[in-house]
T-cell receptor
Framework: DAGVIQSPRHEVTEMGQEVTLRCKPI?????LFWYRQTMMRGLELLIY????????DSGMPEDRFSAKMPNASFSTLKIQPSEPRDSAVYFC??????????FGQGTRLTVV | AQSVAQPEDQVNVAEGNPLTVKCTYS??????LFWYVQYPNRGLQFLLK??????LVKGSYGFEAEFNKSQTSFHLKKPSALVSDSALYFC????????????FGQGTTLQVKP
């Protein structure tokens, strides 16, 4: 398996624009997680899904953030409108039941 | 509430010396503990985990961790550090709901000098 695949690897956008981050989990995994990493706040869990259903979105910072998982092999994290303080590295991770999570390479988002 | 603490922001060690990266945890039930490593511009990579059994857990790249229930600690160790071990290390505990959700510490930067 190729592991968790995220795209794009890097994204630079202007403030106010919509940004969509994509994730393909490992085939067969039933949990998917979105994390954000910044120097100031470290690694934060934004939202996670179980069998494509959002379970806990309490980490989503604002209504500008939304996430979907239309099927078992694809998830998106959308920011609309984006702001400079959203600049961070966004990671997607997946795991099977309660086993260890596997992380993607991350998307480095810069909002100017 | 569950939590993980990594008391050191950075650990410096000379190549060839033993290394320890500290982690303490707080859980109400049995702890499921993990160590991950992050190299620059990369995602987190799983190193090892403790679920049950032997208190000394062996993982990837020669790392091991010692689970100590009385001290609520799960320190990461390696007998002989390599320069290539320099990275950011995260300790994590699994959420009590057994969902796979991980609660991470703030991370410790390990710097191994030649």
């Amino acid at each position: 398996d190729a592991g968790v695949i995220q795209s794009p690897r890097h994204e630079v956008t202007e403030m106010g624009q919509e940004v969509t981050l994509r994730c393909k989990p490992i085939s067969g995994h039933d949990y998917l997680f979105w994390y954000r990493q910044t120097m100031m706040r470290g690694l934060e869990l934004l939202i996670y899904f179980n069998n494509n259903v959002p379970i806990d979105d309490s980490g989503m910072p604002e209504d500008r953030f939304s996430a979907k998982m239309p099927n078992a092999s694809f998830s998106t994290l959308k920011i609309q409108p984006s702001e400079p303080r959203d600049s961070a590295v966004y990671f997607c991770a997946s795991n099977l039941r309660s086993r260890q999570a596997f992380f993607g390479q991350g998307t480095r988002l810069t909002v100017v | 509430a569950q939590s993980v603490a990594q008391p050191e922001d950075q650990v410096n060690v000379a190549e060839g010396n033993p290394l320890t990266v500290k982690c303490t945890y707080s859980v109400s039930g049995n702890p499921y503990l993990f160590w991950y490593v992050q190299y620059p511009n990369r995602g987190l990579q799983f190193l090892l985990k403790y679920i049950t059994g032997d208190n000394l857990v062996k993982g990837s790249y020669g790392f091991e961790a010692e689970f100590n229930k009385s001290q609520t600690s799960f320190h990461l160790k390696k007998p002989s550090a390599l320069v290539s071990d320099s990275a950011l290390y995260f300790c994590a505990v699994r959420d009590e709901g057994n969902t796979g959700k991980l609660i991470f510490g703030q991370g410790t930067t390990l710097q191994v000098k030649p």
